[in-house]
């Protein structure tokens, strides 16, 4: 390719990516975007808030799944797959006191190919890594990270990614030979490894936990005024509503809640692909007077809007199921994949948009990609460990979009047995096509006109 061919080239690119960002947000590299601004941070970040670019790359094939993730079973699929997608939660919602790890997050759920979240998971190890190692080298920024730690190197990405793939073909055979594991669930993790302290956490957070009160999401998101328990609102995460706005949201949501509506606000700056789309918390419990008893028979309700789930866009025909609208989707794989889902768990058409409802965990314990990539812990087989927990998680939640048979579980065990090094090498390729969009994306910020749609 001569120069001027490389140069067209490059320019193409840049105006496929831009043009995907502009469809979902609206426009091209913008610094006044608190959504463009997070993905600014790091290659990490603008992978977790581009999902839409990973697929119209497999649409237009600029990347290729292998053949043999292309080959198994369509199933209910996670959609945006990736590290900090999995996490500590207690099951059915805040009506539950068992804390599992699992996935954490069904807002690009549909029917589709499990290869997808395969090779998503895969990129977000390479990409995890390698945001560690570049906040030790000072390229990037973490605010509770010291960069004298030691950080995952390239070997033990692989090593992770192959420690993933074999727990992801392994769960599927324990299935094939017993297919009751369908009812299990990461339950416990031992003392002394890489989440045992953010397992923990989760456990003193669950409700009857010793910190419940003090740590919990509903602890830090409300607090007991004269006139009873209401949500904290001199803070980023929450805006107070106009009272004519309150009393619409009210009336529209009040039949999918299990209580009484105590107060709402507005929730702020939530998540990084979903981070522009309008999201209320509704605080859910016993009338007033509240008490210590009251308290703990309260929770918090998220009503999120819902977008087209990622791969929709681009890949709607491969099932009929996925034609539901965006919330009744999610609501549908999500309660497919979970062993037990929200007790809370419905879907609203409110101002002609499409809303979830689901209650909020008391004890959702997120992972930042710093927190198994970098430490004494991590680099010594921490990070291989939390990759093997998702592959796990993530088999299970795959299997239950058909829980009637094991065809899923046998193609697993027929196609991705011995291809471990195939899907490796296309996730590290698929890492660098990554790295150069998100560099691409850095520079434009500075100059967004260059690239609108």
Request: net charge neutral.
């Amino acid at each position: 390719m001569n120069s001027l061919d490389k140069t067209s080239s490059i320019q193409d690119r840049e105006a496929f990516v831009a043009k995907q960002l502009c469809r979902v947000d609206g426009c091209g590299p913008n610094p006044l975007l608190g959504k463009h601004a997070k993905m600014a941070e790091s290659p990490y970040a603008f992978y977790r808030g581009s999902a839409q670019l990973f697929y119209a790359d497999l649409q237009s094939n600029r990347f290729h799944l292998p053949d043999c993730l292309t080959a198994l079973p369509l199933t209910c699929v996670v959609g945006d797959c990736h590290v900090s997608n999995f996490g500590f939660i207690t099951e059915e919602g805040s009506h539950g006191d068992t804390v599992i790890f699992a996935p954490n997050d069904f807002d690009d759920a549909c029917v589709g190919l499990a290869g997808w979240d395969i090779m998503r998971f895969l990129t977000s190890l390479a990409l995890a890594g390698r945001y560690a190692q570049g906040i030790k080298a000072g390229r990037f920024m973490h605010d509770k990270t010291r960069t004298h730690k030691p950080v995952v190197n390239d070997e033990d990405i692989t090593e992770a990614m192959a420690g993933f793939i074999q727990q992801y073909v392994t769960t599927s055979k324990q299935l094939c030979d017993d297919p009751d594991k369908i009812n299990t669930a990461i339950e416990n993790i031992g003392p002394g490894t890489r989440l045992t302290k953010q397992y923990d956490k989760a456990c003193r957070r669950a409700a009857g936990g010793r910190e419940f009160t003090t740590k919990s999401a509903l602890a830090k998101a409300v607090y007991m005024s004269e006139d009873g328990l209401r949500f904290l609102c001199k803070t980023e995460k929450f805006t107070p509503l106009a009272p004519h706005y309150y009393k619409e949201l009210e009336a529209a949501f009040a039949p999918y809640m299990d209580d009484k509506i105590i107060d709402i606000v507005q929730r702020n700056n939530a998540g990084t692909g979903s981070v522009n789309m309008a999201r209320y918390y509704f605080l859910v419990g016993p009338d007033k007077p509240h008490t210590a008893d009251s308290f703990s028979q309260c929770h918090i309700v998220e009503v999120k809007q819902q977008r087209e789930a990622a791969p929709l866009y681009y890949f709607e025909p491969l099932s009929a199921v996925n034609r539901l609208n965006p919330a009744h989707l999610t609501a549908r794989c999500q309660r497919k994949m979970q062993r037990k889902p929200d007790l809370l768990l419905d879907e609203v058409c409110w101002q002609q948009q499409h809303y979830l409802i689901r209650s909020r965990h008391h004890a959702r314990v997120r992972i930042d990609p710093v927190d198994v990539t970098m430490g004494n812990k991590s680099v010594n087989g921490g990070f291989v460990d939390y990759a093997r927990w998702c592959g796990q998680a993530l088999a299970l939640a795959h299997a239950r979009g058909d829980r009637r048979s094991i065809r899923f579980e046998q193609a697993v065990c027929n196609q991705v047995t011995g291809n471990e090094d195939t899907l490796i090498s296309a996730a590290w390729e698929y890492c660098q096509q990554v790295t150069t969009d998100y560099q691409t994306f850095v520079r434009a910020l500075s100059n967004p006109e260059t690239l609108q749609d």
